[in-house]
């Protein structure tokens, strides 16, 4: 009877041990839930080769299908990406891209290949229809199935006969049997270097787990589309245009890394192609600081699962660097001097307020905590704090003029005007301004790191970082510019206030450190005045009568993103409901007004014309360049 009930006992302790409470109690709880969710994200095919858009990816098996243009001569292009502007890139023209792979479209036209490719996928079914978008199409469309990886040896393959392939499995099981259909086919057989050639003047059909025609394939993808925007235009009504570029953007900028087997989103795969971290055989990716939280913001709307993976990618990157970089990448290469705006915790709280997982803050808490430690103890000065570059190696930089270009590079505002007459302090690491717009990003940065402690129930950790949010904005007050009516950066060297202004002064409005008579006269002097910020297309990275706004490069004079995203926030935490309409409403048509002609989403935009193609410093296709969208989306909420 004792054995009878010792086992009993015993078996009430094991299932305790498996109960879903006990479960959540334990450390790597956290990380068995965002394996679920990378599972889940790689079960099934999509455009995730961060090589080529004409890849489509089966990442469970890192195995795939390949395309390549041929042209007449013979000569090969096997990379395909849009905004490529590098000599000979084919140029593309995207449209929409789910996030699930359920259907994406663009054109693409290198030498005489004129053609559209439109695919469709759900779990491991694909069919890929690429058509010619001309007459007298000439060249080449090569089709390899198996392996897309060369550099990865736990990839899969492919069996190829004349009228079937087959993926594999790395084990070698067969999983999926595909077509390859088309106007005089050609197999070349090869093993693994095997491949299919169609001429690109006719339509091609490659599908796998079902045999389709030309014709059928054609009736799906239309179907499929019009099914899509039916419901998108349910779901976003006004929004619809500004739904759909966002998630283009985002859908065609999210790429898989095989070294690391995880799902990202970079600002675009260009970038990720002259990264350090990435290779030729590999691929890779590239994840910059603030670009990739407001990315996970903007993908929350719709993806749990992208969201949290992009969240956790860019802020592990604080295990390596002991704060969050700059950049990082693939084969541990990151920024380890510097790092960039702290957005971090706002973007966790925001999407945890949206699905409300508490494994997520379980596991980015620490890493967010670490972060802000980080600034105090390496930028802090007269009690406010200042960009800045710190030698991975301890010892001081012997270059003043690189030493200042890190430093700007920290500030995520790579040339701007409001530094033009600073110095980096060599003996301190950083510029010689205490920054308003850090300081101010800083409190912001306490206030919503205080939430997520309060939430997970660390009640001293929520004081203590209270506490010092509020100490950071008594001294921002320091910055106020009573003459100027708004808040300034400081010089170190003499103490005095800069006399000039880019949109990260009206960031105490974000930080709630602005009183309401000084938010009114930041808004009613400056903001509105539309010889500095305001105007038609806002608001320019430089005062408009200002001599670096005719610069019109890059941060001098042309309007951004995130800065617009940032301005917005401020606005709601003040009584400026009319302002907050036009901004949102101006920031709304400079998205449309490129999306609607030319499937772009641009980096950044003219001040003066709304371009954003108009000089080669604008990535054409950017993820960010979304949020003037997504300040419309917020407003209507």
């Given at each position: 009877?004792?054995?009878?009930?010792?086992?009993?006992?015993?078996?009430?302790?094991l299932?305790?041990?498996?109960?879903?409470?006990?479960?959540?109690?334990?450390?790597?709880?956290?990380?068995?839930?965002?394996?679920?969710?990378?599972?889940?994200?790689?079960?099934?095919?999509?455009?995730?080769?961060?090589?080529?858009?004409?890849?489509?990816?089966?990442?469970e098996?890192?195995?795939?299908?390949?395309?390549?243009?041929?042209?007449?001569?013979?000569?090969?292009?096997?990379?395909?990406?849009?905004?490529?502007m590098?000599h000979?890139?084919?140029?593309?023209?995207?449209?929409?891209?789910?996030?699930?792979?359920?259907?994406?479209?663009?054109?693409?036209?290198w030498h005489?290949i004129h053609?559209?490719?439109?695919?469709?996928?759900?779990?491991?079914?694909?069919?890929?229809?690429?058509?010619?978008?001309?007459?007298?199409?000439?060249?080449?469309?090569?089709?390899?199935?198996?392996?897309?990886?060369?550099?990865?040896?736990?990839?899969?393959?492919?069996?190829?006969?004349?009228?079937?392939?087959?993926?594999?499995?790395?084990?070698?099981?067969?999983?999926?049997?595909?077509?390859?259909?088309?106007?005089?086919?050609?197999?070349?057989?090869?093993?693994?270097q095997?491949?299919?050639?169609?001429?690109?003047?006719?339509?091609?059909?490659?599908?796998?787990?079902?045999?389709?025609?030309?014709?059928?394939?054609?009736?799906?993808?239309?179907?499929?589309?019009?099914?899509?925007?039916?419901?998108?235009?349910?779901r976003?009504?006004?929004?619809?245009?500004?739904?759909?570029?966002?998630?283009?953007?985002?859908?065609?900028d999210?790429?898989?890394?095989?070294?690391?087997?995880i799902?990202?989103?970079?600002?675009?795969?260009?970038?990720?192609?002259?990264?350090?971290?990435?290779?030729?055989?590999?691929?890779?990716?590239?994840?910059?600081?603030?670009?990739?939280?407001?990315?996970?913001?903007?993908?929350?709307?719709?993806?749990?699962?992208?969201?949290?993976?992009?969240?956790?990618?860019?802020?592990?990157?604080?295990?390596?660097?002991?704060?969050?970089?700059?950049?990082?990448?693939?084969?541990?290469?990151?920024?380890?001097?510097?790092?960039?705006?702290?957005?971090?915790?706002?973007?966790?709280?925001?999407?945890?307020?949206?699905?409300?997982?508490?494994?997520?803050?379980?596991?980015?808490?620490?890493?967010?905590l670490?972060?802000?430690?980080?600034?105090?103890?390496?930028?802090?000065?007269?009690?406010?704090?200042?960009?800045?570059?710190?030698?991975?190696?301890?010892?001081?930089?012997?270059?003043?003029?690189?030493?200042?270009?890190?430093?700007?590079?920290?500030?995520?505002?790579?040339?701007?005007?409001?530094?033009?007459?600073?110095?980096?302090?060599?003996?301190?690491?950083?510029?010689?301004?205490?920054?308003?717009?850090?300081?101010?990003?800083?409190?912001?940065?306490?206030?919503?790191?205080?939430?997520?402690?309060?939430?997970?129930?660390?009640?001293?950790?929520?004081?203590?970082?209270?506490?010092?949010?509020?100490?950071?904005?008594?001294?921002?007050?320091?910055?106020?510019?009573?003459?100027?009516?708004?808040?300034?950066?400081?010089?170190?060297?003499?103490?005095?206030?800069?006399?000039?202004?880019?949109?990260?002064?009206f960031?105490?409005?974000?930080?709630?450190?602005?009183?309401?008579?000084?938010?009114r006269?930041?808004?009613?002097?400056?903001?509105?005045?539309?010889?500095?910020?305001?105007?038609?297309?806002?608001?320019?990275?430089?005062?408009?009568?200002?001599?670096?706004?005719?610069?019109?490069?890059?941060?001098?004079?042309?309007?951004w993103?995130?800065?617009?995203?940032?301005?917005?926030?401020?606005?709601?935490?003040?009584?400026?409901?009319?302002?907050?309409?036009?901004?949102?409403?101006?920031?709304?048509?400079?998205?449309?007004?490129?999306?609607?002609?030319q499937?772009?989403?641009?980096?950044?935009?003219?001040?003066?014309?709304?371009?954003?193609?108009?000089?080669?410093?604008?990535?054409?296709?950017?993820?960010?360049?979304?949020?003037?969208?997504?300040?419309?989306?917020?407003?209507?909420r």
């Open positions: 009877m004792k054995k009878v009930l010792m086992m009993a006992a015993a078996a009430l302790v299932l305790s041990a498996c109960s879903p409470k006990e479960e959540r109690s334990r450390a790597d709880y956290p990380e068995w839930e965002y394996t679920k969710i990378k599972r889940q994200l790689t079960n099934g095919w999509n455009t995730w080769d961060s090589r080529s858009i004409l890849t489509q990816v089966y990442a098996n890192k195995t795939g299908i390949r395309l390549s243009l041929v042209d007449e001569q013979g000569v090969e292009r096997d990379q395909t990406r849009i905004g490529d590098s000979d890139a084919p140029r593309v023209h995207p449209y929409d891209h789910t996030y699930d792979g359920r259907y994406c479209e663009a054109d693409f036209s005489n053609m559209k490719m439109r695919c469709t996928a759900q779990g491991n079914r694909l069919v890929m229809l690429l058509t010619p978008t001309e007459e007298g199409n000439q060249g080449c469309i090569k089709v390899r199935p198996g392996r897309i990886w060369e550099g990865i040896q736990t990839s899969g393959g492919a069996n190829m006969e004349e009228d079937h392939f087959v993926l594999r499995s790395m084990m070698g099981t067969e999983l999926l049997p595909g077509r390859v259909r088309g106007a005089g086919v050609q197999f070349f057989p090869g093993g693994e095997g491949y299919y050639l169609c001429q690109a003047d006719a339509p091609i059909v490659i599908s796998t787990g079902q045999d389709i025609s030309a014709e059928e394939a054609e009736q799906l993808m239309q179907q499929t589309k019009q099914d899509i925007e039916r419901e998108e235009r349910q976003w009504g006004d929004n619809y245009e500004i739904h759909r570029a966002m998630q283009s953007v985002l859908g065609w999210t790429v898989y890394d095989p070294s690391e087997d799902v990202v989103s970079p600002v675009n795969r260009n970038w990720c192609m002259t990264s350090s971290g990435t290779s030729s055989l590999t691929g890779g990716y590239v994840l910059f600081d603030w670009d990739t939280y407001f990315a996970s913001e903007m993908l929350a709307l719709d993806s749990r699962e992208l969201a949290y993976c992009n969240l956790i990618e860019i802020t592990r990157a604080v295990d390596k660097c002991g704060f969050v970089p700059n950049f990082t990448c693939s084969n541990d290469a990151a920024s380890y001097d510097r790092s960039q705006p702290p957005v971090g915790s706002r973007a966790v709280w925001e999407v945890y307020r949206r699905w409300g997982d508490r494994w997520l803050l379980e596991l980015l808490y620490p890493r967010l670490r972060w802000n430690e980080w600034w105090t103890e390496n930028r802090l000065a007269d009690g406010l704090l200042c960009w800045g570059s710190t030698p991975r190696n301890g010892m001081p930089y012997q270059d003043e003029r690189y030493a200042f270009q890190q430093g700007l590079y920290e500030s995520g505002l790579d040339n701007a005007h409001v530094y033009d007459n600073a110095e980096f302090l060599l003996d301190r690491n950083i510029l010689c301004y205490n920054d308003v717009g850090l300081s101010a990003l800083y409190v912001m940065d306490c206030r919503y790191l205080a939430l997520i402690a309060r939430e997970l129930g660390l009640k001293a950790d929520a004081r203590t970082i209270k506490k010092r949010g509020e100490q950071f904005a008594s001294n921002l007050q320091q910055l106020w510019s009573e003459e100027k009516g708004i808040f300034l950066c400081r010089d170190l060297r003499n103490g005095e206030l800069v006399n000039e202004m880019d949109p990260t002064n960031y105490p409005m974000l930080a709630q450190v602005a009183t309401k008579e000084q938010a006269r930041m808004v009613e002097e400056h903001l509105l005045n539309e010889e500095e910020f305001w105007g038609e297309w806002v608001i320019p990275c430089s005062p408009r009568n200002s001599k670096a706004f005719q610069d019109n490069d890059y941060w001098r004079g042309r309007i993103g995130p800065t617009n995203y940032l301005v917005y926030l401020g606005l709601e935490n003040y009584d400026f409901p009319e302002v907050r309409e036009q901004f949102a409403e101006k920031s709304r048509r400079l998205l449309l007004k490129d999306w609607l002609v499937g772009y989403v641009y980096e950044n935009w003219n001040a003066t014309t709304g371009q954003g193609d108009d000089v080669g410093s604008s990535d054409r296709f950017y993820h960010w360049g979304a949020l003037l969208g997504y300040i419309s989306m917020m407003h209507q």
